[in-house]
């Protein structure tokens, strides 16, 4: 069976940080572009930030850029979204998917809340 989990959400107070993890089972993450999105209450879901596993490039959002990174452990089979300086804005729930191709992802998880409050 084809599984991404998400893990690592929390409260956490502005300037804060967390890192969450996107665990795969069933497939090898080494053949897909890995991305992050996030969706908040009552918005449109939004990418945040791409890994592509062949060749380790990168992509962030502009709301992101500088304070997210995004990377991958091979021998975890995992993708993580460390997140620092967090925002009142950065709540959401936060999903990751898997694709051959930035355009398709074809495998989703059911996403991990990220709360950034005082």
């Known amino acids: 069976q084809l599984r991404l989990v998400e893990s690592g959400g929390d409260l956490v107070q502005p300037g804060g940080s967390l890192r969450l993890s996107c665990a795969a089972s069933g497939f090898t993450l080494d053949d897909y572009v890995i991305g992050w999105f996030r969706q908040a209450p009552g918005k449109a879901r939004e990418e945040v930030s791409y890994i592509n596993t062949r060749d380790r490039s990168t992509f962030y959002a502009a709301s992101v850029k500088g304070r997210f990174t995004i990377s991958r452990d091979n021998a975890k089979n995992t993708v993580y979204l460390q997140m620092n300086s967090l925002k009142p804005e950065d709540t959401a729930v936060y999903y990751c998917?898997?694709?051959?191709?930035?355009?398709?992802?074809?495998?989703w998880g059911e996403g991990t809340l990220v709360t950034v409050s005082s």
């Open positions: 998917a898997a694709g051959p191709i930035r355009a398709a992802m074809d495998y």
